[in-house]
């Protein structure tokens, strides 16, 4: 069972940064491919970004491209986001999921386990 703590997230105002933190219990964490899903109100939860176990290979949805940076320290068992140019279209609840795979996946249903989310809101 692995356990997922967000953190980092608050208000803002657009153009800032954040960088939110998963921090993950459980050594076998290292192993699993992360993802960084986002969900505003009245809307679906989306994957914005995603790491595999090693780092080697990352996605990022088109609307953060360039903006955002997904990295992972196995080491430190834990996941990050860093999240520039911050628009008020981020402004959501983010959430850290795990998978037990070590690549990616895309959808919600390909992860095992979920943070509680941590609420970012850009003002504008």
């Known amino acids: 069972q692995v356990q997922l703590v967000e953190s980092g997230g608050g208000l803002v105002q657009a153009g800032g940064s954040l960088r939110l933190s998963c921090a993950a219990s459980?050594?076998?964490?290292?192993?699993?491919?992360v993802g960084w899903f986002r969900q505003a109100p009245g809307k679906e939860r989306d994957l914005v970004a995603a790491i595999s176990w090693s780092s080697r290979s990352t996605y990022y949805a088109d609307s953060v491209k360039g903006r955002f940076t997904i990295s992972r320290d196995n080491a430190k068992n834990t996941a990050y986001l860093q999240m520039n140019s911050l628009k008020p279209e981020d402004t959501a609840v983010y959430y850290c999921a795990a998978r037990r795979e070590r690549a990616y996946g895309l959808g919600r249903p390909d992860y095992d386990y979920w943070g509680q989310g941590t609420q970012v809101t850009v003002s504008s």
């Open positions: 459980g050594r076998i964490f290292g192993t699993y491919a």
